[in-house]
């Protein structure tokens, strides 16, 4: 009984070496060649992988509060007149005002009223006579602003409503 224990003892000592000895060898041969390329594919891989995510979030987040988006809809704020019709301070003008626009609840010329989201803040610009303020002139923001072209620019008209929505 214990010579033959020790010889299963003994030869599962050797297969259990045997099979460590060829899990090595295909460690090593795995790893040796493949090692090399594996790391260049990773590091080749990397930066796409990371970068989509990252240009993906990044988009959506630009929509918003994007510092940059911002600046560029302060800049078209004032070169393509928006600037002339909305006040900043909650004064009427020949349009209404910016201030605290976003978010809040409006009332449209025909009774309905509607919340100031993103996408409606984007059909007024791109669109002015989609839906009309109630108590302001239809058309007169259309025709002020027909020559820029805003509804084939939806960058720019992205910038402005970052921008009108950082207008508190
Ligand atoms: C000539 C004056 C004029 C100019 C220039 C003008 N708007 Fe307007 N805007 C108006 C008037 C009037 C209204 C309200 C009537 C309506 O809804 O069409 C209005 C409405 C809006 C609204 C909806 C406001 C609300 O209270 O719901 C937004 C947003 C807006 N304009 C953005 C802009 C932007 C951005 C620009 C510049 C690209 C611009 N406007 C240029 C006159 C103007």
């Known amino acids: 009984m ?12 050797v297969l259990v070496a045997v099979m460590s000895g060829v899990i090595l060898v295909i460690l090593n041969v795995g790893s040796g060649p493949a090692t090399d390329p594996h790391a260049g594919e990773q590091t080749a891989s990397a930066p796409p992988a990371v970068s989509t995510p990252a240009g993906g979030s990044a988009a959506p987040a630009a929509g918003t509060n994007d510092p940059a988006l911002v600046t560029a809809g302060t800049r078209l704020y004032q070169a393509d007149g928006c600037a002339g019709c909305h006040s900043l301070d909650g004064a ?77």
């Open 2 to 13: 214990t010579p033959r224990a020790l010889r299963e003892a003994v030869a599962l000592v």
């Open 92 to 168: 009427k003008g020949v349009g209404p005002t910016f201030k605290g626009l976003d978010g809040s609840r409006v009332q449209l010329a025909d009774g309905t009223v509607t919340a100031a989201s993103h996408h409606y803040l984007k059909v007024s610009i791109s669109a002015p006579d989609a839906a009309t303020v109630k108590g302001f002139p239809k058309g007169v923001m259309a025709g002020a602003i027909a020559s820029y072209g805003l509804k084939a620019k939806p960058a720019e008209v992205r910038a402005l409503v970052a921008y009108i929505a950082s207008v508190k």
